[in-house]
T-cell receptor
Framework: RKEVEQDPGPFNVPEGATVAFNCTYS??????FFWYRQDCRKEPKLLMS???SGNEDGRFTAQLNRASQYISLLIRDSKLSDSATYLC?????????????FGSGTRLLVRP | NAGVTQTPKFQVLKTGQSMTLQCAQD?????MYWYRQDPGMGLRLIYY???????DKGEVPNGYNVSRLNKREFSLRLESAAPSQTSVYFC?????????????FGPGTRLTVL
Protein backbone atom coordinates (compact mmCIF):
# COMPACT_ATOMS: atom_id res chain seq x y z
CA ARG A 1 0.00 0.00 0.00
CA LYS A 2 1.29 3.45 -0.91
CA GLU A 3 1.98 5.75 2.03
CA VAL A 4 0.04 8.58 0.36
CA GLU A 5 -2.73 7.72 -2.07
CA GLN A 6 -4.44 10.02 -4.53
CA ASP A 7 -6.82 9.56 -7.43
CA PRO A 8 -4.62 10.27 -10.49
CA GLY A 9 -7.53 11.78 -12.46
CA PRO A 10 -7.59 13.62 -14.75
CA PHE A 11 -10.41 15.76 -13.47
CA ASN A 12 -11.73 17.65 -16.49
CA VAL A 13 -13.91 20.60 -15.43
CA PRO A 14 -15.22 23.80 -17.05
CA GLU A 15 -14.05 27.22 -15.97
CA GLY A 16 -15.95 28.39 -12.92
CA ALA A 17 -16.59 24.89 -11.59
CA THR A 18 -15.85 23.73 -8.07
CA VAL A 19 -13.65 20.66 -7.82
CA ALA A 20 -12.42 18.62 -4.87
CA PHE A 21 -9.46 16.29 -4.51
CA ASN A 22 -8.95 13.75 -1.76
CA CYS A 23 -5.93 12.05 -0.37
CA THR A 24 -5.36 9.36 2.27
CA TYR A 25 -2.18 8.68 4.19
CA SER A 26 -1.08 5.63 6.14
CA UNK A 27 1.44 6.90 8.70
CA UNK A 28 -0.41 7.89 11.87
CA UNK A 29 2.77 9.63 13.09
CA UNK A 30 2.48 12.24 10.33
CA UNK A 31 2.09 15.68 11.80
CA UNK A 32 2.31 18.13 8.91
CA PHE A 33 0.36 18.14 5.69
CA PHE A 34 0.67 20.10 2.49
CA TRP A 35 -0.66 20.52 -1.01
CA TYR A 36 1.95 21.21 -3.67
CA ARG A 37 1.20 22.18 -7.25
CA GLN A 38 3.26 20.89 -10.18
CA ASP A 39 2.88 22.28 -13.69
CA CYS A 40 3.78 20.11 -16.66
CA ARG A 41 7.54 19.52 -16.79
CA LYS A 42 8.16 21.92 -13.92
CA GLU A 43 9.15 21.62 -10.30
CA PRO A 44 6.64 21.21 -7.44
CA LYS A 45 5.74 24.38 -5.57
CA LEU A 46 3.97 24.73 -2.25
CA LEU A 47 0.31 25.64 -2.70
CA MET A 48 -0.73 25.59 0.94
CA SER A 49 -0.17 23.89 4.26
CA UNK A 50 -3.11 22.03 5.80
CA UNK A 51 -4.02 22.73 9.40
CA UNK A 52 -6.15 20.67 11.76
CA SER A 53 -8.89 23.27 11.84
CA GLY A 54 -8.98 23.56 8.07
CA ASN A 55 -7.76 26.62 6.23
CA GLU A 56 -8.59 28.75 3.26
CA ASP A 57 -6.47 30.76 0.85
CA GLY A 58 -8.59 32.64 -1.62
CA ARG A 59 -10.36 30.09 -3.82
CA PHE A 60 -8.57 27.17 -2.18
CA THR A 61 -9.75 25.36 0.95
CA ALA A 62 -7.88 22.51 2.62
CA GLN A 63 -9.28 20.14 5.23
CA LEU A 64 -7.68 17.51 7.43
CA ASN A 65 -9.36 14.58 9.14
CA ARG A 66 -6.80 12.95 11.40
CA ALA A 67 -9.13 10.19 12.59
CA SER A 68 -9.68 8.99 9.04
CA GLN A 69 -6.19 10.00 7.87
CA TYR A 70 -7.70 11.96 5.04
CA ILE A 71 -6.86 15.32 3.46
CA SER A 72 -8.87 17.28 0.93
CA LEU A 73 -8.42 20.27 -1.34
CA LEU A 74 -11.36 22.26 -2.69
CA ILE A 75 -10.94 24.70 -5.56
CA ARG A 76 -13.80 27.11 -6.19
CA ASP A 77 -14.40 29.12 -9.36
CA SER A 78 -11.77 27.18 -11.34
CA LYS A 79 -9.53 29.15 -13.69
CA LEU A 80 -7.73 27.91 -16.78
CA SER A 81 -4.49 28.64 -14.91
CA ASP A 82 -5.44 26.08 -12.24
CA SER A 83 -4.69 23.29 -14.72
CA ALA A 84 -1.83 21.37 -13.12
CA THR A 85 -1.07 18.30 -11.04
CA TYR A 86 -1.80 18.62 -7.33
CA LEU A 87 0.45 16.67 -5.00
CA CYS A 88 -0.68 15.63 -1.55
CA UNK A 89 2.30 15.65 0.81
CA UNK A 90 2.65 14.48 4.40
CA UNK A 91 5.63 14.36 6.66
CA UNK A 92 6.93 11.42 8.68
CA UNK A 93 9.67 11.07 11.27
CA UNK A 94 13.03 10.11 9.81
CA UNK A 95 16.02 9.64 12.11
CA UNK A 96 16.20 12.89 14.11
CA UNK A 97 14.32 14.94 11.55
CA UNK A 98 11.42 14.57 9.16
CA UNK A 99 10.95 13.52 5.58
CA UNK A 100 8.22 14.46 3.14
CA UNK A 101 6.19 11.72 1.50
CA PHE A 102 4.65 12.70 -1.81
CA GLY A 103 1.54 11.31 -3.41
CA SER A 104 1.74 10.65 -7.14
CA GLY A 105 -0.61 13.55 -7.81
CA THR A 106 -4.07 14.34 -9.15
CA ARG A 107 -4.21 15.96 -12.56
CA LEU A 108 -6.67 18.81 -13.11
CA LEU A 109 -7.67 20.12 -16.53
CA VAL A 110 -9.82 23.23 -16.63
CA ARG A 111 -11.44 23.83 -20.00
CA PRO A 112 -12.85 27.10 -21.41
CA ASN B 1 17.80 35.64 -5.76
CA ALA B 2 17.72 32.54 -7.96
CA GLY B 3 16.40 30.12 -5.31
CA VAL B 4 17.48 26.57 -6.14
CA THR B 5 19.42 25.99 -9.37
CA GLN B 6 20.34 22.68 -11.00
CA THR B 7 22.68 21.74 -13.80
CA PRO B 8 22.42 20.25 -16.31
CA LYS B 9 18.76 20.52 -17.36
CA PHE B 10 19.00 17.50 -19.67
CA GLN B 11 21.45 14.63 -19.97
CA VAL B 12 21.69 11.42 -21.97
CA LEU B 13 24.09 8.75 -20.74
CA LYS B 14 25.06 5.29 -21.88
CA THR B 15 24.85 2.40 -19.45
CA GLY B 16 27.94 2.37 -17.26
CA GLN B 17 28.84 6.04 -17.68
CA SER B 18 29.16 8.29 -14.67
CA MET B 19 28.00 11.83 -14.06
CA THR B 20 27.40 14.38 -11.34
CA LEU B 21 24.26 16.48 -10.99
CA GLN B 22 24.89 19.86 -9.43
CA CYS B 23 22.57 21.78 -7.11
CA ALA B 24 22.99 25.15 -5.43
CA GLN B 25 20.71 27.33 -3.30
CA ASP B 26 21.07 30.96 -2.33
CA UNK B 27 18.47 31.08 0.45
CA UNK B 28 20.94 30.25 3.24
CA UNK B 29 19.02 27.03 3.94
CA UNK B 30 20.51 24.40 6.18
CA UNK B 31 18.88 21.31 4.67
CA MET B 32 19.08 20.00 1.14
CA TYR B 33 17.55 16.99 -0.63
CA TRP B 34 17.71 14.94 -3.79
CA TYR B 35 14.55 13.32 -5.18
CA ARG B 36 13.68 11.35 -8.27
CA GLN B 37 10.29 11.44 -9.96
CA ASP B 38 9.05 8.63 -12.17
CA PRO B 39 5.73 8.43 -14.06
CA GLY B 40 2.85 7.34 -11.84
CA MET B 41 4.93 7.61 -8.69
CA GLY B 42 5.44 10.33 -6.16
CA LEU B 43 8.77 11.98 -5.63
CA ARG B 44 11.09 9.61 -3.81
CA LEU B 45 13.91 10.76 -1.56
CA ILE B 46 17.35 9.57 -2.63
CA TYR B 47 19.62 11.32 -0.13
CA TYR B 48 19.38 14.33 2.12
CA UNK B 49 21.65 16.60 4.09
CA UNK B 50 20.07 17.95 7.24
CA UNK B 51 22.93 20.38 7.75
CA UNK B 52 26.33 21.22 6.30
CA UNK B 53 28.71 18.34 6.90
CA UNK B 54 26.06 15.63 7.18
CA UNK B 55 24.43 13.37 4.60
CA ASP B 56 21.99 10.50 5.04
CA LYS B 57 20.26 7.93 2.89
CA GLY B 58 16.66 8.33 1.89
CA GLU B 59 14.29 5.73 0.48
CA VAL B 60 16.14 4.86 -2.75
CA PRO B 61 19.90 5.50 -2.29
CA ASN B 62 21.29 2.51 -4.20
CA GLY B 63 23.42 3.50 -7.17
CA TYR B 64 23.93 7.08 -5.96
CA ASN B 65 26.36 9.05 -3.86
CA VAL B 66 26.16 12.63 -2.63
CA SER B 67 28.46 15.39 -1.46
CA ARG B 68 27.48 18.40 0.61
CA LEU B 69 30.26 20.63 -0.70
CA ASN B 70 29.35 23.61 1.48
CA LYS B 71 26.17 25.17 2.81
CA ARG B 72 25.05 26.21 -0.69
CA GLU B 73 25.89 23.17 -2.79
CA PHE B 74 24.75 19.54 -2.77
CA SER B 75 25.74 17.23 -5.62
CA LEU B 76 24.43 13.83 -6.67
CA ARG B 77 26.71 11.33 -8.41
CA LEU B 78 25.84 8.32 -10.49
CA GLU B 79 28.97 6.15 -10.60
CA SER B 80 27.75 3.62 -13.17
CA ALA B 81 24.47 4.66 -14.74
CA ALA B 82 21.76 2.06 -15.39
CA PRO B 83 18.56 2.35 -17.48
CA SER B 84 16.56 2.10 -14.21
CA GLN B 85 18.02 5.49 -13.28
CA THR B 86 16.23 7.18 -16.16
CA SER B 87 14.14 9.76 -14.33
CA VAL B 88 13.65 13.41 -13.50
CA TYR B 89 15.84 14.48 -10.61
CA PHE B 90 14.88 17.34 -8.33
CA CYS B 91 17.01 19.05 -5.76
CA UNK B 92 15.26 20.86 -2.91
CA UNK B 93 16.21 22.89 0.13
CA UNK B 94 14.56 23.96 3.36
CA UNK B 95 15.55 26.13 6.25
CA UNK B 96 15.69 23.11 8.52
CA UNK B 97 14.68 19.45 8.18
CA UNK B 98 11.91 20.29 10.55
CA UNK B 99 8.34 19.23 10.98
CA UNK B 100 6.72 22.13 9.22
CA UNK B 101 9.44 23.33 6.92
CA UNK B 102 8.57 24.16 3.35
CA UNK B 103 10.84 22.65 0.73
CA UNK B 104 11.79 24.69 -2.32
CA PHE B 105 12.61 22.81 -5.49
CA GLY B 106 14.97 23.40 -8.36
CA PRO B 107 13.80 23.10 -11.99
CA GLY B 108 14.93 19.49 -12.33
CA THR B 109 17.33 17.46 -14.46
CA ARG B 110 15.87 15.08 -17.04
CA LEU B 111 18.20 12.09 -17.30
CA THR B 112 17.96 9.32 -19.85
CA VAL B 113 20.19 6.26 -19.60
CA LEU B 114 20.40 4.17 -22.76
Amino acid sequence: RKEVEQDPGPFNVPEGATVAFNCTYSNSASQSFFWYRQDCRKEPKLLMSVYSSGNEDGRFTAQLNRASQYISLLIRDSKLSDSATYLCVVNAPMDSSYKLIFGSGTRLLVRP
Amino acid sequence: NAGVTQTPKFQVLKTGQSMTLQCAQDMNHNSMYWYRQDPGMGLRLIYYSASEGTTDKGEVPNGYNVSRLNKREFSLRLESAAPSQTSVYFCASSELAGRTDTQYFGPGTRLTVL
